[in-house]
């Protein structure tokens, strides 16, 4: 049966061994640097014998990053992210797979408005200050796509298996 709860990723409201999978769908990189890697130990605390923590993260290069770049640079974070994972010692990688995640608008109004509702007090002012900038960044860099515009995004998994329960 499906549960849905409320949490922080380094403070997860679930019993030690309790679930079969963690997610992180576009997420870890978001998680304040300093509790990544405590959210990496709690996936693996929460997680059954034989269950796994799923990873997905964009990766900072592209053309959609290099579009939003200008208001919303997550190079570091991203790295962080990534380091975090690699270095969690509780975690052991099954499997990793790099690959395009084609990101799809059909206009630059479209784009604005989902990019800027992820977090309004911040992102409003930005893409304001930069419209026009932002506009012609989003015409150059897109590729067309049946009307609509199409932008690369290289992103990456990990799949991974808590180290209690790898053996």
């Known amino acids: 049966a499906e549960r849905y709860l409320f949490g922080y990723g380094q403070d997860l409201p679930l019993a030690d061994g309790s679930v079969d999978?963690?997610?992180?769908?576009?997420?870890?990189?978001?998680v304040p640097v300093a509790d990544q890697p405590r959210a990496l130990a709690e996936a693996a605390r929460v997680l059954r014998p034989g269950g796994r923590v799923y990873v997905l993260e964009p990766l900072a290069?592209?053309?959609?990053?290099?579009?939003?770049?200008?208001?919303?640079?997550?190079t570091a974070v991203r790295a962080a992210a990534l380091a975090a994972l690699k270095?969690?010692?509780?975690?052991t990688e099954v499997t990793e797979?790099?690959?395009?995640?084609?990101?799809r608008f059909a206009d630059f109004a479209t784009f604005r408005d989902g990019f800027v509702a992820v977090d309004p007090p911040v992102r409003a002012?930005?893409?304001?200050?930069?419209?026009?900038e932002m506009k012609a960044r989003f015409e150059a860099s897109a590729c067309?796509?049946?009307?609509?515009?199409?932008?690369?995004q290289p992103s990456?998994?990990?799949?991974?298996?808590?180290?209690?329960?790898?053996?």
């Not at 270095?87 to 975690?91: I, R, S, V």
């Not at 797979?97 to 990101?103: A, C, D, E, G, R």
């Open 87 to 91: 270095a969690a010692e509780e975690l």
């Open 61 to 74: 290069e592209g053309a959609y990053f290099d579009m939003v770049r200008p208001v919303d640079d997550e």
């Open 21 to 30: 999978l963690v997610v992180f769908f576009n997420s870890l990189h978001h």
């Open 125 to 132: 002012p930005l893409m304001a200050a930069r419209a026009a």
């Open 156 to 167: 990456r998994v990990n799949l991974l298996v808590s180290v209690r329960s790898a053996g």
């Open 97 to 103: 797979l790099v690959y395009l995640n084609p990101v």
């Open 144 to 152: 067309g796509d049946d009307g609509g515009y199409a932008f690369d």
